[in-house]
Every structure is written in C-alpha cells, then in structure tokens.
C-alpha cells in the first residue's frame, strides 16, 4: 500500500535563510506527487506537482521539489524564506493503486524566526 | 470565482445535536471528498464520492452520514454530534483524472460542547 512519510512535523528556520521541507514515499508503481500548503485558517492550496518529465519542478512563491526516484523522496525547497511563507506544507501521492486518490502525508510546519 | 464552496464557515453545536455542511462545486469535477483535520493528525477521509450516484467510506466514516445531491452538492451529515467530533472539515473535488490534484474549500470549524 502507498504511504507518505513527511520526517519533520516542525522545521523552524531564521528569515532569509534556505529551508528543505523533506518528503517520502512508498509505492511500486510511477506515481505522480503534490505538495499543498495552508496558511494559517484557510485550505490548502496546491504549490506545484510531479507528473513526468524533468525531476525539478518549479511551484508558486519561488518553491521548488526534486523527484527522487531511487530514493522515492520528494522534497520540497526555498532558497530564502519570508514570514509571508510560515504555513503548514503537505506532500501527497497518487498512482494507479489509489485509484488516483490522493494520499496524504501528515503535514511540516514552517516556522519562520524573524 | 471558480472553486469549491463550503457552508458554514464556523459552527458551535451541543452534543447530541444534528446538522448537515454543505459542499458545492463549480469545476464540472467527478469527484468529491469529506477530511477532517484535527492539531497533529494531518487529513483524514471520512467519505468520498468518486462519481455522482456513489459514495464509500474513508478512514473515519463513523458517526457521520454523505449525500452526493447532484454532480455539484456533496453534504456531509452529523446525526447526533460528539465531542470528538470537534474539528475542521474541508471539503475537496477533483476532475479524478491522472495528475490533476484536488481543490479545497475553506473548511468549516465545528466545536461540539
């Protein structure tokens, strides 16, 4: 079965400083991947996905993810973090066992330090 | 604007009270789901709709209750609410097609007293 493993439930960072939020996953099949992110009281949004193609995926707000196959990871990036940026991030994974569901990690959230 | 519709946004029922949340789309999406969200436990899927005219269970489908109304609506019922029950509810859709991600609503926040 598939399964998201996201290793850091908090990741606090200084502003301005790069930040790696870290994601895992578990499937024997090509899947496609997702991070989503939630600011504070509202939905969550979609930041970028993997579908196919080149592994470094460009998202909104200056995010970036590389697609890891051999390593089944999938972490997301940002080279200089802004408060505007603190929020809950979520990686999730769909293949063709999931019916194309999504399944979910349980979440990071980035603490930005001033 | 184009998205997914949830109502209400807040809501403070007794135990043992009912009410329904009520989801619209307007995406022509095939898909619709039902997540609570409790501190610590990320999303879990208490029902879903994969087409209009069908409904399955989630993870955590017990005490409550889904209408898939129309293509649309997709209501999720609480028939005699709990404590426990006490969270945020977001509602998402999806066109169900590889690669495409779901939309979400902005969650209705329930506090059962």
């Known amino acids: 079965a598939q399964s998201v493993t996201q290793l850091d439930s908090q990741v606090p960072v200084f502003e301005e400083a790069p930040v790696e939020l870290r994601c895992n996953y578990s499937?024997?099949?090509?899947?496609?991947l997702f991070w989503y992110v939630q600011y504070p009281n509202q939905g969550l949004q979609l930041l970028l996905k993997?579908?196919?193609?080149s592994t470094l995926v460009k998202g909104i707000n200056g995010f970036e993810a590389e697609f890891n196959k051999s390593q089944t990871s999938f972490h997301l990036r940002k080279p200089s973090v802004h408060i505007s940026d603190t929020a809950e991030y979520f990686c999730a994974v769909s293949d063709v066992d999931s019916n194309y569901q999504l399944i979910w990690g349980a979440g990071t959230k980035l603490i930005i330090k001033p | 604007n184009a998205g997914v519709t949830q109502t209400p946004k807040f809501q403070v029922l007794k135990t043992g009270q009912s009410m329904t949340l009520q989801c619209a789309q307007d995406m022509n999406h095939n898909s619709m789901y039902w997540y609570r969200q409790d501190p610590g436990m990320g999303l879990r899927l208490i029902y879903y709709?994969?087409?209009?005219?069908?409904?399955d269970k989630g993870e955590v489908p017990n005490g409550y209750n889904v209408s898939r109304l129309n293509k649309r609506e997709f209501s999720l019922r609480l028939e005699s609410a709990a404590p426990s029950q006490t969270s945020v509810y977001f509602c998402?859709?999806?066109?169900?097609?590889?690669?495409?991600?779901?939309?979400f609503g902005s969650g209705t926040r329930l506090t059962v007293v």
């Open positions: 709709s994969a087409s209009e005219g069908t409904t």
């Open positions: 499937s024997s099949v090509s899947v496609y």
């Open positions: 998402a859709s999806s066109p169900q097609v590889p690669g495409d991600g779901y939309t």
């Open positions: 993997y579908l196919s193609g």
